[in-house]
Nanobody, 122 residues
């Protein structure tokens, strides 16, 4: 089974940058949708960015123009480049993979990374 390991979080000042990494144990080319979610204190988990196997990307309105999701198929790594960070970006960030279930193609198998904490503070 595919496993995901998140890393790259830390403390950064407003306006700063961080790059998160998600290392997969298997080939990411077999994953239908890769994404980054985040969960702030007292709030639910929300989708930040996603990338489909064909290369198309989607972003939450709150991060458009500031965050970029990308992947390196050769290294089996997914990245989230975060620029112009704001206080509201403070959250635990989770890597996510969705793989269509061959036995039940109407649903996805879902895998989560362990999460990495991003703290934006002055």
């Amino acid at each position: 089974q595919v496993q995901l390991v998140d890393s790259g979080g830390g403390l950064v000042q407003p306006g700063g940058s961080l790059r998160l990494s998600c290392a997969a144990s298997g080939s990411i080319s077999s994953i239908d949708i890769l994404g980054w979610y985040r969960q702030a204190p007292g709030k639910g988990r929300e989708l930040v960015a996603s990338i489909i196997s064909g290369g198309s990307t989607n972003y939450a309105d709150s991060v458009k123009g500031r965050f970029t999701i990308s992947k390196d198929n050769a290294k089996n790594v997914v990245y989230l480049q975060m620029n112009s960070l704001k206080l509201e970006d403070t959250a635990v960030y989770y890597c996510n993979a969705k793989i269509r279930d061959p036995a039940a193609p109407w649903r996805y198998l879902e895998i989560w990374g362990q999460g990495t904490l991003v703290t934006v503070s002055s």
